[in-house]
Each structure stands twice: as C-alpha cells, then as structure tokens.
C-alpha cells in the first residue's frame, strides 16, 4: 500500500531494530488508524468552503491526538517520547494532511486543481553551468539545484539547454524540475534560529520564482514574535494559537512515571490548544486568492478606480 510521508514513518518505526518490544503492537495498531483518517480525509465534504475545512480539521485534531498522547505520551518505555525528534511520528501528521486538506478545499471553490500539490517535492532553487571555455559540455553543463518543501504547490517545467539554435537531440540537454508557486514550511515549535533560516529559504525561493509566496506554519510559538514586514516572508500562522510548553514542565515527559503524573494536565493543554479553524480558512483563503488573481484589464481597472 502506498502510504504518505507520516504513513512511512509509522512503518519505519515498527521496522526499527532500536523499538522496545511492547510498542510494536501499539504502532501496528496507529498504522490501521492512520489508514482510517487518510481514508476519512480524502471522503471529507460540506455544503460550504467552510464547512468542510472544519470537518477536516476536525479529523487532524482527533487524530494528532490520538498519536500525541494514546501513542507516544502514554507508552510504558520511553523510546517513542524521547525519540520524537528522530522518529518525526508527530510532526510528519501536519504535513500529511496539508496536500489533502488543500487539494480538496481548491477542488470544491475551483472544481479542478491543476498544480501539483503535495509534500516533500523539490522545487527550482536554482540553475548553474558547469562549463568552461576550453570544456564547453554539451548543453553548457547546465545543472538545476533543487530544495525539499514541507508543502509545496508546483507545476512541472522542461528545459532545455543547447549551444545549438535548433536544439539538435544530441548536442541538447533536458531536464525537468518543479517551479514552486506556494511554499510552506512547518514546525512543530518556532524559535528564532528557525525564524530565521525561514527567512533566507524565503528569500532564495524568491529570487528562484519571483511570484512564489512562502508562508511559516508552527503548532507553537517558542519566541517574541518578530514582524515578518523586513522578510520574505508572506505569513507566519501559528495553528494552535499557543505558547510551547516551559522547559521545566516538559523535563517531567521524559519518563514514564513522569508522564504518567502530568497526563491529566498534558491532555488538558492539548484539548485547550486545537489547531485552530480559522487559521486554516485564513491560509486556504491566500491559496484561493491567488488562484483567482486574474490579469489587470484596463476598462476594469478604470472602472473602479484602484488596481
């Protein structure tokens, strides 16, 4: 069965020879109910926009649940919590259900989608030539440099490259790449360190494809937030709408008997802090909108005045 990013993290995890025993069951067990939701997610519907991203929502909130806390909080050994950052059996949940979540919203507004979504799909960064004059190499020695996005939104294109006008097949290059039109990347908590780096892969992304929009998705704020006007930057959306837990608390997840005693309070904080519908609809409302951007024509723009 071919299974998405988060899918092959599950079925890495259960594979690992570094796994105690007693979670195996527990992840064969969240790989039948991953295959539910995505199942669920790509069923979703409502009669409006709106409607149907808080269906969906709905079901990524009821889900990241499930692995947070019945998986990974409430395991006997402490592998699973210890080793989120490497396993990435949270963090993948989001960009899972983003491609889903937006290629359905553009199906029910524009009733097609006709860009690849998806996650993970390198995109243009840039083009260089490893050539000389005294090695010309056929096609210039023309090379395409690529970056993997947590969310991307692209279309193919073809190149070609040649030091003949009419592209001759044998002294002609072609390559293919994607030309990433929205980009997102994701965390699970923002500090300034990610702000920053955010901040230059924007910037790059821009330079590459001068009408793309890059957009910074966290679950949590670890930082005083910084205005994003002096990057590249379009958006920084905080989808809990909520503060990273304090090192002091968290210290206490790192054992059992530890996470066994703050489990009420832990559960408590999730269930407060659920990703938040309107954060959704606000992003689904950027994507839409540029969908939509129809080309200046100067009778309309006479018309109303402003363009």
């Given amino acids: 069965m071919l299974r998405g990013v988060h899918g092959e993290k599950i079925v890495a995890a259960i594979d690992s020879a570094k796994m105690p025993e007693t979670d195996i069951p527990r992840l064969k067990e969240a790989l039948v109910k991953y295959d539910e939701w995505v199942k669920n997610l790509n069923e979703a519907s409502g009669n409006t926009l709106d409607e149907l991203i808080e269906n969906m929502v709905s079901l990524l909130n009821d889900y990241k649940l499930y692995i947070d806390v019945d998986l990974i909080f409430d395991s006997t050994e402490d592998f699973l919590y210890r080793q ?64 993997d996005q947590d969310f991307s939104m692209s279309r193919k294109l073809y190149l070609r490259s040649s030091y003949d006008p009419n592209f001759d097949a044998e002294k002609t290059v072609t390559l293919e790449t994607h030309l990433g039109y929205v980009l997102s990347e994701m ?33 949590y704020l670890d930082m005083t937030p910084i205005s994003t006007t002096t990057t590249d930057i379009d958006e920084i959306l905080i989808t809990r709408k909520a503060k990273r837990i304090s090192s002091n608390i968290r210290s206490a997840f790192s054992t059992s008997a530890g996470r066994v005693a703050k489990r009420e309070w832990y559960v408590d904080y999730l269930k407060s802090n659920p990703y938040a519908t309107d954060i959704f609809k606000r992003y689904i409302g950027h994507i839409i909108s540029q969908l939509k951007n129809e080309e200046l024509i100067e009778e309309s723009v006479l018309e109303v005045g402003y363009f």
Wanted: hydrophobic share 35%.
């Fill in 84 to 147: 989120k950052g490497q396993l990435k059996l949270d963090n993948t949940v989001i960009e899972e259900f983003m491609p889903i979540f937006v290629r359905k919203c553009i199906e029910h507004e524009c009733g097609s989608c006709d860009v690849e979504v998806g996650s993970q799909t390198p995109t243009f960064s840039s083009v260089y030539f490893e050539s000389s004059l005294s090695n010309p190499v056929k096609g210039g020695g023309i090379n395409i440099k690529t970056k």
């Fill in 187 to 219: 965390k699970t908590n923002l500090d300034k360190t990610m702000f920053q780096e955010a901040s230059a892969t924007a910037h790059d992304i821009k330079l590459a494809v001068t009408g793309a929009k890059y957009y910074l998705l966290c679950d």
